[in-house]
Nanobody
Framework: QVQLVESGGGLVQAGDSLRLSCAASGRTFSTYTVAWFRQAPGKEREFVAALKWTSGNTYYGDSVKGRFTISKDNAKNTVYLQMNSLKPEDTAVYFC??????????????????WGQGTQVTVSS
């Protein structure tokens, strides 16, 4: 079993930056795919970024490519999402997710086994 705890959300202005953290406990991420999704009110959960733990390969949704960066700290078993040049349309609850295997379809929420509780990011214009 893996427990995921997100932190780092908050209220910022357009153009600002935030870094979200996702700390895992219970097991290490050694063979996992770890991802960030987000969900705005009235919208479906949207893929933001994914990372394959051992290879370090990263993948991004089109709406965040070039602005967001997913990274990891092996020693802390933690995944980060650095968000730069934030826009009002980035406002959402951001969720960390982990899958026990390397995923091909990493952008599909139902493929993930574990989810954090979410952290709110609000970007004002």
């Amino acid at each position: 079993q893996v427990q995921l705890v997100e932190s780092g959300g908050g209220l910022v202005q357009a153009g600002d930056s935030l870094r979200l953290s996702c700390a895992a406990s219970g097991r290490t991420f050694s063979t996992y795919t770890v991802a960030w999704f987000r969900q705005a009110p009235g919208k479906e959960r949207e893929f933001v970024a994914a990372l394959k733990w051992t290879s370090g390969n990263t993948y991004y949704g089109d709406s965040v490519k070039g602005r967001f960066t997913i990274s990891k700290d092996n020693a802390k078993n933690t995944v980060y999402l650095q968000m730069n040049s934030l826009k009002p349309e980035d406002t959402a609850v951001y969720f960390c997710a982990a899958a026990r295997i390397y995923l091909i379809n990493y952008a599909v929420p139902r493929n993930y086994d574990y989810w954090g509780q979410g952290t709110q990011v609000t970007v004002s214009s």
